[in-house]
């Protein structure tokens, strides 16, 4: 059972790139999702969340029209689409996986980072 996050790399400021969390081992299908990011000397954030049942979405005020989250279910993925990418987006971006709608979460995915840079 494996959850895991890919898809980071470097980048120049107003580019893309598409971020991938995906499943081994279980179903995506019934699970909330949530992307969080971290950079150094930072705390975490949430970033985006997809709820599980309605695909409702969620996302924090700096990434509101730039990011979007979406699921697959036939791919077992979830894909975080990152637009205008500006510098300070830059850090490790993780997924998260819960059945709950809130409390702790069920599985971790390992970082991908994400660097905007000129």
């Known amino acids: 059972v494996q959850l895991q996050a890919s898809g980071g790399g470097l980048v120049e400021p107003g580019g893309s790139l598409r971020l991938s969390c995906t499943a081994s081992g279980f179903s995506l299908d019934y699970y909330h999702i949530s992307w969080f990011r971290q950079a150094p000397g930072k705390e975490r954030e949430v970033v985006s969340c997809?709820?599980?049942?309605?695909?409702?979405?969620y996302y924090t005020d700096t990434v509101t029209g730039r990011f979007t989250i979406s699921r697959d279910n036939a791919k077992n993925a979830i894909y975080l689409q990152m637009n205008s990418l500006k510098p300070e987006d830059t850090a490790d971006y993780y997924c998260?996986?819960?059945?709950?709608?809130?409390?702790?979460?069920?599985?971790w995915g390992q970082g991908t980072l994400v660097t905007v840079s000129s």
């Open positions: 998260g996986a819960r059945r709950a709608r809130t409390g702790p979460f069920d599985y």
């Open positions: 997809i709820s599980s049942y309605d695909s409702a979405t």
